[in-house]
């Protein structure tokens, strides 16, 4: 039976040309399912249809796998003793509502994952807990059944130079883009942590860290391969955005042979995470970076990062067009990058990050953003504003607006975003 809020938004619907959806996960535990659309007038709608309980109490990260029609929660587990992973079946109905196949506990504090598509339709599901380990779980694709492989357990020596680094904390995982390896930036131990993806036993085999800025804080990061201008080779590059240290790091990526591991060398001049803008003393050093992403341009590509805890702007329009107060906002930085990597006087390839722009992210704390499959739009996560906010990006110089199209506030805690256009597609 469809809830009285799925009945409004899809008599809604009758009146739009296009429709995509949207699943946010909440630390309040919920999923919650919305219908973006876009009006015959050109305007936009984003309406709740549904919500899942299913990944209580802390859901923090949401993994989708559009062909299977499947969806994978993180429950970070803040106020239990360990976390838990949850997997749905995304049903074939008006309001792509969830059907619970799998739950099991997990090691404490899940926070990020990725999915690993091996030979033969394996998947491999590994997942980054912020209380120092690393976990794998084998992915039955059809039933979206999951079966626990590997548990890595991380230690430091001594305690890092910052007070957030007492122990390890990783905090994403990353696959390549050849396929072969698993990249962990851990907060706590200034490391990205590498390991060998063995695609027929689905094992992995932990390969020479690479070390960071000591204090820096590596949270997030991002590959993005690019080709040289004389011989069209393949050049692959990492940026790490740092927490701590609030920078955009960029390396060139070489394979070792005989899968001995990646070699990382800096590539680019380190780039503050807010760019060029002078921000006051006292908000520059709240700054923490949360999300690092690539997205394309017409001249090239285009880093995007949302700033948390640095309230830059001012007198925002609310993202509420019924509501006239204004807000504060923390921000959305974009960099841009050539579209093919220059040689430097060592005879090795180098991206130089430019700062573009520094727009309002619609309200507090954006833990996470995610672009559309078109790139035309992006979908913010305000944890502490509780609300998603949709904003047009120009595909064609990646220029966010300052004003969005739509929004949705009451979420709690809202902790990731996935757009689900295995559908639907917005024009």
Known sequence: ???SAALIALAATASTVSATRLYVSSYTGNITTFDFTKTTNATYNLARLDTTIGCSPNASWLQMDVKHRNLFCLDEGIVVANGSLTSFKINDDEIGSLKLVNHAPVPAAPVHSALYHGPNGTQLLAVAHYTHALTTYKIDSLTASFTPLQSINFTMDKPGPKPQQAAPHPHQVVIDPQGKYLVIPDLGADLLRVFHIN???LQLHERPSIPVEAGSGPRHGVFHTTRRSVNKRGETHFFLLTEISSKIVGYNVTYLPDNGGLQF???ASPVLAYGTTAL???IAAGNAPSEIAIGQTKNGSQLIVSNRNATFFNNVKNPDPKNVTTIVSDSLATFSLPTTSQTNSNSTSSQQIAFNALTPAGGLF???FALNA???KIAVGLQRSGRVVIYDRCPETGM??????????GLGEVSN???DEGKANLG
């Open 265 to 267: 060398k800096p590539s």
């Open 366 to 368: 954006p833990r996470h």
């Open 199 to 201: 695609s027929t036993t």
């Open 1 to 3: 039976m469809l809830t």
């Open 400 to 409: 966010i607006c300052k004003d969005p199209v739509a929004d949705f506030e």
């Open 417 to 419: 975003i996935v757009w």
């Open 280 to 282: 006051p003393a006292d």
């Open 374 to 376: 078109k790139g035309d």
